[in-house]
């Protein structure tokens, strides 16, 4: 267990923002969390728990506890001929777990490589690139109640995934902290690359397998998003939002170009990044806050950006793509403070 008092969360936010905690506490097995959390101090202190800050905007210092789980395994939990379930610690970075069941020959991920974050988090979020989503593998969440003390595990279903979404992610439901994560895995992949530019980048290699769609996601991503270490950024800012096909077919008329994906009946996503590109932010500066030249759903720290000033820009992208579309977008990434 480690315990740091005014602490800061620099390295904790892929926005790199300079802000603080009061405290910093970090458990490394579910006895050690359940210390933790059943302590009177915590009980009566502002928490949140996080992963690796990937999706974070902190708008000032954190005047609490910020729990971060330091629980790592990768292990096989069971397997038959054609799967392999494997059992992942919420603090494994994502990525680690998409090299290691590529190199064993293990599908089902491979299409979300090089996404920053923690496995926990994954989970929570239900992250997705190329037209999968983790959710799609998922076979259970296992959880540590900060209210009861208890074990939970969850199913699938149990889990309520929708775009960008979980149970988990609903502020009620807020005492399920995700400890582990199990995903069932294919060892005779079926391969999901029909997915934007996937199937081009994937032209130059010789033969499709689990290794060339993990290096060509990795070189669109690479290409396309800028990397939080050099860059602080937390990926897509926003959502993709979802509208009516009657509210689609009046924009289409005037916007002939606009891109599209079918969503259920009568909806259809919209994507974020043209709608922003189209109100003029792209590759823009606002102060210290950029909108990346290449994918205007990002926005970047250019050096000293302060969350407040972060957000102040995302407000204006927001008003803008509402007075030109009408059309509401909704931040992908959680407000802190
Ligand atoms: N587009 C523009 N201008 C832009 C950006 C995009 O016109 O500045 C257009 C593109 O031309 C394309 C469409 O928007 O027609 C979609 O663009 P892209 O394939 O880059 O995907 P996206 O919808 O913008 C989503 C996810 C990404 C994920 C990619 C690939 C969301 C909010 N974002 O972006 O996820 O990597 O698809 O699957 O759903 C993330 O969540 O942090 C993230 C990076």
């Known amino acids: 267990m480690r315990i740091e008092e005014n602490y800061s969360l620099e390295k904790h936010n892929t926005f790199h923002l300079p802000v603080k905690t009061r405290w910093f506490m970090e458990y490394t097995n579910e006895e050690e969390l359940g210390r933790i959390l059943r302590d009177e101090y915590f009980q009566e202190c502002l928490s949140l728990h996080i992963g690796c ?21 990768i292990s096989v939990e069971r397997e038959s001929d054609e799967q392999v379930w494997l059992r992942v610690g919420a603090a494994e970075k994502w990525d680690d777990v998409v090299a290691y069941a590529v190199s064993k020959g293990w599908g089902g991920i491979e299409n979300l490589s090089h996404i920053p974050g923690e496995a926990g988090a994954a989970a929570v979020q239900n992250i997705g690139a190329y037209g999968v989503e983790i959710k799609d593998v998922i076979e259970s969440v296992e959880t540590y109640n900060q209210l009861t003390f208890e074990k939970r595990v969850f199913t699938n279903e149990e889990c309520e995934y929708g775009y960008r979404s979980s149970y988990f992610k609903n502020e009620h439901n807020d005492p399920y902290i995700v400890t582990y994560i199990i995903m069932r895995l294919d060892k005779h992949p079926v391969f999901s690359i029909n997915y934007g530019n996937l199937k081009e980048a994937l032209a130059k290699y010789p033969e499709i397998t689990l290794d060339a769609i993990r290096k060509a996601v990795i070189s669109i991503r690479r ?15 926003f959502m993709n939002p979802v509208i009516l096909v009657t509210q689609f077919e009046v924009l289409k008329v005037k916007y002939p170009e606009i891109p599209s994906y079918p969503a259920g009946e009568g909806k259809i996503k919209v994507p974020a990044g043209w709608l922003i590109e189209q109100c003029g932010f792209k590759g823009k500066s606002h102060g210290p806050v950029g909108v990346y030249e290449k994918q205007a759903l990002v926005l970047v720290n250019l050096g000293e950006a302060r969350g407040h000033e972060i957000a102040l820009v995302a407000e204006s992208i927001r008003t803008a793509v509402k007075d030109r579309f009408g059309i509401e977008i909704m931040p992908e990434v959680k407000y802190v403070g």
């Open 53 to 73: 800050g990937s999706n974070l905007l902190f708008i000032n210092d954190f005047n609490g506890i910020i729990l971060h789980s330091a629980i790592r395994e």
């Open 223 to 237: 290409e396309k998003l800028p990397d939080p270490e050099e860059l602080g950024n937390a990926g897509s800012f």
